[in-house]
Structure formats: structure tokens, C-alpha cells
């Protein structure tokens, strides 16, 4: 990739909203230096459905909780089949039978192929309310997970009257009407359903790459499932070089694309960044879209890098 000389903000932001405007999505973003706090925005203090990213701060809790004992990297947690049943193809969302496995290597499912039902489990272990009352220590006042995996599927059964069964037969069918339908679910509206900002997202993620709140041993554990991401390929999009380390989490529901990750460069630098896609269309498969998460970070990333060093402190 060429490098992209943006110093200046006005430009940069331009920049990005154009790279939006050309896959045809309305984004949100926020990036920021982990070390000097230099940052860029785009509507980023602005609520945003997490979908899937949810799960970094069920992530940080759980380590969380294993500094204080409460729960333990290596306990036996046991599945058993007809538990917990909740829609995926990833990780034990789909098996049959029972399974037991240790907690952290639930956490890894959870985040590394966004296991719906390992995330669950984990999300009734560690307690809703204990997972938000740890967002508050870390001063994000308006991120909030409100329900679970099964709570989302739930309401979206509860919103249109039907299964989900009969949900994927009607959008198989292009049923007059569904599409409308399911853009007006509640699990699409920030304000019903698990939320955050851009902003608070990297602060959150910027925190625990400092290792602060949390204590080091947990925010190092939260940095060592992170950067296992069994699919990094919308942040990778912007930063090819294979010496640029990238640990993140995919979102993903109706007119939903999110992704929240650090960049690490070789040099030492380190951002956090939280790109948030609204999609007019309702298809999961967007390759376009997953691309201008990569495009859009790295034009806020290179101009953080550029204009510290021409303007530095």
C-alpha cells in the first residue's frame, strides 16, 4: 500500500468519509496513540450498536475476575448438550454432545471465532452487572452490554413474530416487506440493545494495552486472546506488512460491520482503533465493506504517525 500523507485533520477526515462514501456505508471511527493520546474521530462520540464486539467486555471482566479468584484461567467448565443453545457455526455453538474444557479456553472460542455459545456461558459465569460495573471503572459511562447472545436472537424472534427458522426462509425468499422489517429490529438500535461509542471502545481497548484498571496479568491476558483473531482480515486490509501486529474483534449483524483492534507497529507505536460500518443493505457477505475498515484505519493511523512527527509536542 502506498503511505497516505494526511497531516492535516480536516483532510484526513475527509479522507475517510470519502473511502465510506465509496462502498456506499455510513462509518464511525476512532483511533487513537496508545502512548501520547493523539487522536482522530469521525462521529465518534456518537452510539453504536456493538454487535459482536460485546464480547471484549464480557473478555476484560472475566480476566478481570481472575485476579481477584473469583473465577480461574483453568477450571473444568462442562457444556452439556441442549445447554446454552443459542445460533452459529463457530466453536462449540453447533456441537451436539457435552463438552468441557477449561475457562480459558473458552474465552479463546469467545473472541478468536466469536463463539456465540461460549460467550454465554462465560457471560452468566462472570455476571452482566459485574461486566458493567467494570466499564465504569475505566470511565465509559456509556457503554453497556444489556443482554447476552440468546437475549439478541431472542429479540429478534420477539421484534418480527417469528422464528429464526422462518426468518432465514423469508429473507431465502426475498419475502415482500422482510428487509424493511428487520432494519427496524431492536437489536439495531443502539439504545435497545448492547452499545458503545467509538471513542469508549478505544478507551477501553487503549487502557488495557497500558495495563491499567484491570492490573497487568489481566489486561495481558486480554492482549494474548486478542491477538489471536482467527479472522483480522478487516483491519489486515489496511496494514499488509506482516511486521505490523494486529489483535482485534469482529462485529457483525443486519446492516452492522464493526471492528475493534490495536496496531502495532515494529517501530513501537501503538493504536487503538474502533471503526463502526452502517450498511444500507442487509447482505453479510460485503468484501468492499470489510476492506474500508482496513482503508479507513490506516488514513486515521497514518495520520497520527505524520503529524506527531512534523508537529511534535
Known amino acids: 500500500m502506498t503511505p497516505i500523507t494526511v497531516r492535516d485533520l480536516a483532510a484526513a477526515r475527509d479522507a475517510i468519509l470519502d473511502e465510506f462514501a465509496v462502498v456506499g ?11 501520547t493520546g493523539h487522536e482522530i474521530g469521525v462521529n465518534s462520540d456518537e452510539l453504536v450498536v456493538t454487535a459482536s464486539v460485546f464480547k471484549l467486555p464480557i473478555l476484560v471482566e472475566l480476566c478481570r475476575q481472575y485476579t481477584t479468584g473469583r473465577r480461574t484461567p483453568v477450571e473444568r ?4 448438550a441442549g445447554e446454552y443453545v443459542v445460533p452459529g457455526s463457530t466453536g462449540i455453538a453447533p456441537m451436539l454432545d457435552d463438552v468441557e474444557l477449561s475457562l480459558r479456553d473458552l474465552a479463546f472460542l469467545m473472541m478468536s471465532v466469536s463463539d456465540n455459545r461460549a460467550t454465554d456461558v462465560i457471560a452468566d459465569l462472570v455476571g452482566l452487572d459485574a461486566v458493567n460495573a467494570t466499564l465504569r471503572t475505566f470511565g465509559l459511562e456509556r457503554t453497556t452490554v444489556e443482554v447476552d447472545c440468546r437475549g439478541i436472537f431472542r429479540s429478534i424472534e420477539e421484534d418480527l413474530g417469528m422464528s429464526l427458522e422462518q426468518l432465514d426462509a423469508a429473507v431465502r425468499a426475498d419475502e415482500g416487506g422482510i428487509a424493511d422489517r428487520i432494519r427496524g429490529l431492536s437489536c439495531s438500535d443502539p439504545a435497545a440493545t448492547d452499545r458503545t461509542t467509538p471513542r469508549e471502545i478505544t478507551t477501553l481497548l487503549a487502557a488495557v494495552w497500558r495495563d491499567e484498571v484491570i492490573g497487568a496479568d489481566a489486561a495481558a491476558e486480554v492482549r494474548r486472546i486478542l491477538g489471536q483473531q482467527a479472522w483480522p482480515h478487516r483491519l489486515m486490509a489496511g496494514f499488509p506488512d506482516s511486521r505490523i501486529r494486529v489483535s482485534g474483534k469482529t462485529g457483525t449483524i443486519f446492516g452492522v460491520r464493526n ?3 490495536v496496531v502495532e507497529y515494529p517501530t513501537g507505536e501503538r493504536f487503538a482503533i474502533g471503526v463502526f460500518l452502517q450498511e444500507p443493505w442487509l447482505e453479510q457477505r460485503n468484501p468492499d465493506a470489510d476492506r474500508v475498515i482496513g482503508t479507513a484505519a490506516r488514513i486515521a493511523t497514518d495520520y497520527l504517525r505524520e503529524s506527531q512527527t512534523a508537529y511534535p509536542a
Do not use: F, S, T
Open 25 to 35: 456505508v455510513r462509518g464511525l471511527l476512532h483511533a487513537v496513540d496508545i502512548d
Open 77 to 80: 467448565i462442562r457444556i452439556a
Open 259 to 261: 471492528e475493534a483492534g
